[in-house]
């Protein structure tokens, strides 16, 4: 897989995540999303999170779904979008 560079700020913030539940995602989801569109993977997510990397998966598929998009990289940019003004 190839690398990709995005210009999101790193946030972890409640505006952030108001943000992204203002689309319809819960709370763990905008912030797997958050820590997703700042270049983790799946397992450091979990790591960070306290969470089972399965669960990580699972969160990831909801995210997806919600935003209509199939890839991090798409779910990546919606959050920075989303995100540049909070």
Avoid: M, P
């Amino acid at each position: 897989s190839g690398t990709w560079d995005l210009a999101c700020k790193e946030t972890n913030d409640e505006g952030a995540r108001a943000q992204l539940k203002g689309i319809g995602l819960t709370n763990r989801e905008a912030e797997v999303l958050i820590w997703l569109a700042q270049g983790k993977a799946n397992a450091e997510i979990a790591l960070i999170v306290g969470a089972r990397i399965g669960t990580i998966n699972k969160h990831l598929e909801h995210i997806y779904a919600k935003l209509g998009v199939e890839s991090r990289t798409a779910a990546a940019n919606i959050a920075c979008e989303l995100t540049a003004s909070a």
